[in-house]
């Protein structure tokens, strides 16, 4: 390992673009095809591996969407979220802010309470077993109807003690954030934090729509964004974050190699840009091998990588003072490190 991977390696952070069912890896897929007696198109994790071939947005939420057919008990999705939970923590995530997309499994007629009571009860072993924060973020499919989208969200509502912010995902095409102003004017009413998907596969003029109408306080991907110097410019001023994802974005063909990928020059604009990992059983790599990609083809340096690591947390929902402990433990990590 050089030492800018091991520095990534051990730096404390926090992601905050993870759906919990983009790590569902292979292995657990069969497992629980097994357990629960759903045939999967795949006969094997080597075979479903090889399968992940995507040309877009679209052709990755179809295999996605398939796949959480195995999700069945809250035993699965306890098992799912605590394998995430343990991986993040074994790479130095600190605090995790965890999407989860309940209409793909109440539509598979799987109980609500059965999917949030599976991921909380991970979430409360992790904290006191593994030392990791956690907030969830329960996100509304943006190719159903708002009538539907608003289904949910009352549903939720009972469980309102156990989500901290709505978020906004899946075909951006032909879905705009209008689409959903509705929802979102009820979510704040609510007090819940808000993010939304935006600029991925739609344009700067998508990233900017969002935040007109929906007022969310952090942007998913974003990447888009550089096609509109004023809005860069707003993005800074306000210091509003974009959740990036590079592994996700070359391989979704947002952009063509990682080389192209713009996130170090939003960094030098001024942008407060976080690294994340999306889908990361999908997308061949957790947090740190985003890190370590996107360094290593954008010859970012340490400096970078504390600047990154400190965006984690800023752009959190944490309160002020859990941010203030965590930027510490980032203090102490890179003043050892440089001695
Ligand atoms: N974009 C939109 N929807 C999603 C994604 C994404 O990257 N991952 C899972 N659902
Ligand atoms: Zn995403």
Same mark, same amino acid.
């Given at each position: 390992?050089?030492?800018?991977?091991?520095?990534?390696?051990?730096?404390?952070?926090? *992601?905050?673009?993870?759906? &919990?069912?983009?790590t569902?890896?292979?292995?657990?897929?069969?497992?629980?095809?097994?357990?629960?007696?759903?045939?999967?198109?795949?006969?094997d994790?080597?075979t479903a591996?090889?399968?992940?071939?995507?040309?877009?947005?679209?052709?990755?939420?179809?295999?996605?969407?398939?796949a959480?057919?195995?999700?069945?008990?809250?035993?699965?999705?306890?098992?799912?979220? &605590?394998a995430y939970?343990t991986?993040?923590?074994?790479?130095?995530?600190?605090?995790?802010e965890?999407?989860?997309?309940?209409q793909?499994?109440?539509?598979?007629?799987?109980?609500? *309470?059965?999917?949030?009571?599976?991921?909380?009860?991970?979430?409360?072993?992790?904290?006191?077993?593994?030392?990791i924060?956690?907030k969830?973020i329960?996100?509304i499919?943006?190719?159903?109807s *708002?009538k539907e989208?608003?289904?949910?969200f009352?549903?939720?509502?009972?469980?309102?003690?156990?989500i901290?912010?709505?978020?906004?995902?899946s075909?951006?095409?032909?879905?705009?954030?209008?689409?959903?102003?509705?929802?979102?004017k009820?979510? !704040?009413?609510?007090?819940?934090?808000?993010?939304?998907h935006?600029?991925?596969?739609?344009?700067?003029?998508?990233?900017?729509?969002?935040?007109?109408?929906l007022?969310?306080?952090? &942007?998913?991907?974003?990447?888009?964004?550089?096609?509109?110097?004023?809005?860069?410019?707003?993005?800074?001023?306000?210091?509003?974050?974009?959740?990036?994802?590079?592994?996700?974005?070359?391989?979704?063909?947002?952009?063509?190699?990682m080389?192209?990928?713009?996130?170090?020059?939003?960094?030098?604009?001024?942008v407060?840009?976080?690294?994340?990992?999306?889908?990361?059983?999908?997308?061949?790599?957790?947090?740190? *091998?985003?890190?370590?990609e996107?360094?290593?083809a954008l010859?970012?340096?340490?400096?970078?990588i504390?600047?990154?690591?400190?965006?984690?947390?800023?752009?959190?929902?944490?309160?002020?003072? !859990?941010?203030?402990?965590y930027?510490?433990?980032i203090?102490?990590?890179?003043?050892?490190?440089s001695?």
């Amino acid at each position: 390992m050089n030492s800018l991977a091991g520095f990534i390696a051990g730096i404390p952070k926090a *992601e905050l673009h993870l759906h &919990i069912e983009g790590t569902l890896e292979p292995e657990l897929m069969i497992t629980l095809g097994k357990r629960n007696g759903v045939s999967l198109p795949f006969p094997d994790a080597e075979t479903a591996r090889k399968a992940y071939q995507f040309n877009d947005l679209q052709s990755f939420l179809d295999i996605y969407y398939q796949a959480t057919a195995v999700l069945i008990t809250e035993e699965d999705f306890y098992d799912l979220t &605590i394998a995430y939970l343990t991986k993040a923590a074994s790479q130095h995530v600190r605090h995790a802010e965890i999407f989860f997309d309940p209409q793909s499994h109440t539509n598979r007629g799987i109980a609500f *309470e059965t999917v949030i009571r599976g991921i909380e009860r991970a979430v409360v072993e992790a904290n006191s077993s593994l030392h990791i924060s956690t907030k969830l973020i329960m996100c509304i499919l943006r190719h159903l109807s *708002e009538k539907e989208g608003l289904e949910i969200f009352e549903k939720a509502l009972a469980w309102k003690q156990w989500i901290a912010g709505i978020g906004l995902d899946s075909s951006e095409r032909g879905n705009p954030p209008e689409k959903f102003s509705t929802l979102f004017k009820k979510a !704040h009413h609510e007090g819940f934090f808000t993010v939304a998907h935006a600029g991925e596969e739609g344009s700067a003029a998508s990233v900017r729509k969002t935040l007109e109408t929906l007022h969310v306080t952090r &942007i998913d991907h974003g990447v888009h964004c550089m096609e509109d110097e004023e809005l860069v410019a707003e993005l800074v001023q306000k210091q509003i974050p974009l959740t990036v994802c590079p592994l996700s974005n070359v391989r979704l063909k947002v952009f063509e190699t990682m080389k192209q990928h713009n996130l170090k020059a939003m960094l030098q604009k001024g942008v407060c840009i976080t690294i994340n990992s999306d889908d990361p059983a999908y997308f061949g790599g957790y947090v740190n *091998e985003n890190y370590l990609e996107a360094a290593n083809a954008l010859q970012l340096d340490r400096n970078d990588i504390i600047q990154l690591a400190q965006n984690s947390f800023i752009a959190s929902s944490l309160s002020t003072v !859990h941010k203030q402990l965590y930027l510490h433990e980032i203090e102490r990590y890179s003043g050892n490190q440089s001695n």
